[in-house]
């Protein structure tokens, strides 16, 4: 996606070796045209993939997900990182750690939403250390769903988190890799 | 919207005389097809009011303010309820109070989103006691923006949460109206 990488390149900034800011067009102010390009991207790569549902984590995975769920017609579910009083104790859990607070915290999901008839898009802004994804993955698990494919915005490869959750037969597919943040520079593959 | 209607008298649930529970479509599981719905309904209801940007507030104002923003093809912005470490102090502050917990709450936009230029529609999920929205639009006012008109999914007219922030000349459209939730059962208007 060549618009988004141009972004990348002119918007974003780096924090510090592992994180970069991405506020202007993703986490906080959204491009929508951008936006609904993400989800036409993402529909090409797993619309023959039979998901019936897409998993992914507030709040900043819910614009990629919720495009591509528009696209594919399906419904999307966020998993929610404080539990709302109307939320109850029926819970699937993952356990995730964040890249920008380096906190751990719980993510869950209303069993009622997910079951082993489904077959599972997850969808997410970024994988970097892979924590927030695997927990998506064992929430999947836990229902018996079938995961069917992953897909991401931004992927940093440098910092290899897809070996937490790759498995045969399921696709990793990331729109824009980031081979290096190295002082302060963001390189793409 | 009937289908909005039809969803809300089948699968919303009454938790107390002023919360209801919509996380099998609005709130934690989207129904996708239904929030497209929604963005053609406010884009409809706004389509002419030269907005430049749209401000919500996370995490479940995320889904109809993208749908709209889509539609519109403007910027979507939306307020942070915790300071992200790549969010910076630079930023406006609103104070909102939460209908489900009853906890007072900031929410905070980047400054460098909103300026004394834009023309901002406020869209969010719920207006139910109307602080979430008077938060917003207190950051509005703090930009120097225009607010052009506010657009909710769901109005729970009986709390009359609107006195808290109408003001002549900016419309305010909800798609659905409920004006009781009296004894678990929920009457529309």
């Given at each position: 996606?060549?618009?988004?990488?141009?972004?990348?390149?002119?918007?974003?900034?780096?924090?510090?070796?592992?994180?970069?800011?991405?506020?202007?067009?993703?986490?906080?102010?959204?491009?929508?045209?951008?936006?609904?390009?993400?989800?036409?991207?993402?529909?090409?790569?797993?619309?023959?993939?039979?998901?019936?549902?897409?998993?992914?984590?507030?709040?900043?995975?819910?614009?990629?997900?919720?495009?591509?769920?528009?696209?594919?017609?399906?419904?999307?579910?966020?998993?929610?990182?404080?539990?709302?009083?109307?939320?109850?104790?029926?819970?699937?859990?993952?356990?995730?750690?964040?890249?920008?607070?380096?906190?751990?915290?719980?993510?869950?999901?209303?069993?009622?939403?997910?079951?082993?008839?489904?077959?599972?898009?997850?969808?997410?802004?970024?994988?970097s250390e892979g924590y927030a994804t695997k927990a998506m993955c064992d929430i999947v698990d836990q229902a018996g769903a079938t995961l069917v494919g992953i897909g991401t915005v931004?992927?940093?490869?440098?910092?290899?988190?897809?070996?937490?959750?790759?498995r045969p037969g399921v696709p990793i597919f990331s729109l824009v890799r980031i081979k290096s943040m190295d002082k302060g520079r963001i390189e793409l593959e």
């Amino acid at each position: 996606m060549e618009s988004l990488k141009r972004k990348i390149l002119n918007e974003a900034t780096v924090l510090s070796e592992k994180i970069i800011v991405v506020n202007s067009f993703l986490n906080h102010q959204i491009d929508s045209k951008m936006m609904d390009e993400i989800g036409d991207e993402f529909f090409e790569l797993f619309k023959d993939m039979k998901a019936t549902k897409i998993l992914t984590a507030e709040a900043s995975g819910i614009p990629p997900a919720l495009a591509t769920g528009m696209k594919l017609s399906i419904p999307i579910i966020y998993a929610r990182k404080t539990k709302p009083l109307t939320m109850g104790n029926d819970v699937y859990k993952g356990i995730a750690r964040s890249a920008t607070t380096e906190q751990t915290l719980e993510i869950m999901v209303k069993k009622a939403y997910l079951t082993s008839k489904d077959r599972v898009l997850i969808i997410d802004d970024f994988i970097s250390e892979g924590y927030a994804t695997k927990a998506m993955c064992d929430i999947v698990d836990q229902a018996g769903a079938t995961l069917v494919g992953i897909g991401t915005v931004i992927e940093k490869t440098f910092l290899n988190g897809r070996k937490r959750f790759e498995r045969p037969g399921v696709p990793i597919f990331s729109l824009v890799r980031i081979k290096s943040m190295d002082k302060g520079r963001i390189e793409l593959e």
